[in-house]
């Protein structure tokens, strides 16, 4: 079956595509433009351009001719046009309220706007929400009076939100992923800080529900993103207990990690190979941990060998090469990977530091992704370097 079957795009969605694009375009240049003159407005027009602009866009939207995704994007204009007028009365008046307030009031003037599905203004809500509930705690007395009250909260708040987004807007599930992760390796940096159980409580309990409806559900590729969120919160626990462990014999501490990494994420991906037996997914976590094995190793190279890992750097990616050309098993592909990453990032950092030259690295860098291409491994891979490469590049020379 061709990409297209799963992916039908028509003359008419293309269009539409188009519209809801030019629409978000305009408002962005009105902002910008407005932004651009700001101070050279007199109070009365500040006050009367974002009303005005939430008039006309809110008029247009009621048309009959316009194709719903035009509408909720000209109804996501409309709310952020609300909160402008907010902001641009607080700044004319200088009213002296908490800016908790602002983004409370905001939230509330959205929810009207939901009458009908729209998933512009959900996710405004989610942020002006999430935004009004840490400067509450942040602004009043309750952040002293009830240390960890917030996080109780938050992750309430989170998983109300998430609720909503599973039965209305599926499309933001990512997001939402993308959310748990960060409330989760936040939640695990604050235990590690001050080793209050709470946050321990907080860095897994909304990834935990969130990866249990997954699997309730077969979504095998949230579930296994999911798993990987937790697996890297739970990575940084082991590297903490490792440091505090052999922190008077750090010889070989890099390597040790490299190795427990690379098996706790390779048990991840075993694990979720027994829970879902049809799928690939669980390449997911064998990639992440391969990244982030591979630079613990490239640390332990570059420590304890110094100049030679310009020479280790080499057979390393000269071992993935082989590796990766011969074997068609992920877990081989992925230590392939791991080695891969691990001689690329000692061979340019020695390299560079030994050569003080940016150009040698930027060649190196370059010639590394030809490798890469060469090797056709997933896009992603090569998006990575892509990114390495542009980013050596922009650097001044």
Not at 6 to 26: A, D, G, K, R, W
Not at 155 to 171: D, M, P
Not at 290 to 318: C, K, P
Request: with cysteine; glycine share 6%.
């Amino acid at each position: 079956m061709q990409i297209r079957d799963y992916y039908p795009l028509t003359n008419s969605s293309f269009i539409q595509h188009l519209h809801i694009f030019s629409y978000v375009f305009m408002a962005v240049s009105i902002l910008y433009l407005i932004a651009a003159n700001w101070l050279m407005l007199p109070d009365s027009i500040q006050l009367a351009i974002p009303p005005l602009i939430l008039l006309v866009t809110a008029w247009f939207s009621v048309k009959d001719t316009l194709t719903e995704g035009v509408r909720q994007t000209l109804h996501s204009i409309c709310g952020l046009m609300i909160g402008l007028s907010l902001a641009v009365i607080g700044q004319v008046y200088q009213t002296g309220a908490d800016s908790y307030l602002l983004f409370l009031i905001w939230t509330l003037l959205l929810l009207p706007w939901l009458y009908r599905p729209n998933i512009g203004i959900f996710g405004l809500i989610c942020i002006t929400s999430q935004l009004t509930l840490f400067l509450f705690f942040k602004q009043t007395f309750w952040s002293e009076k009830f240390p960890y009250l917030y996080l109780f909260a938050l992750n309430l708040l989170s998983l109300v939100e998430f609720g909503v987004c599973i039965k209305k807007y599926r499309a933001l599930r990512f997001v939402f992923i993308a959310w748990f992760a960060v409330i989760s390796i936040i939640g695990m940096i604050q235990y590690l800080s001050n080793e209050n159980i709470p946050y321990l409580i907080s860095a897994f309990f909304s990834g935990l529900i969130a990866f249990y409806y997954f699997f309730k559900k077969d979504d095998q590729l949230c579930a296994s993103l999911m798993a990987a969120v937790l697996g890297v919160t739970a990575t940084i626990w082991l590297v903490d207990g490792i440091n505090n462990l052999f922190k008077d014999s750090n010889e070989f501490i890099f390597l040790l990690i490299a190795g427990i990494i690379f098996i706790w994420f390779a048990l991840i991906s075993y694990l979720l190979i027994k829970i879902f037996r049809q799928s690939r997914f669980y390449v997911i976590p064998l990639a992440i941990g391969a990244w982030l094995a591979g630079l613990a190793l490239a640390a332990f190279t570059l420590v304890f060998w110094e100049a030679i890992s310009l020479v280790i750097g080499i057979i390393f990616v000269g071992l993935a090469f082989i590796l990766l050309k011969k074997s068609q098993s992920y877990f081989f592909r992925q230590f392939a990977y791991c080695l891969f990453i691990s001689g690329q990032t000692a061979f340019l950092f020695h390299l560079g530091s030994e050569t003080d030259q940016i150009l040698w690295v930027l060649i190196a860098q370059i010639f590394i992704l030809c490798i890469s291409y060469f090797l056709k491994p997933h896009w992603f891979f090569i998006l990575i370097q892509l990114l390495a490469t542009y980013g050596i590049l922009i650097r001044p020379i």
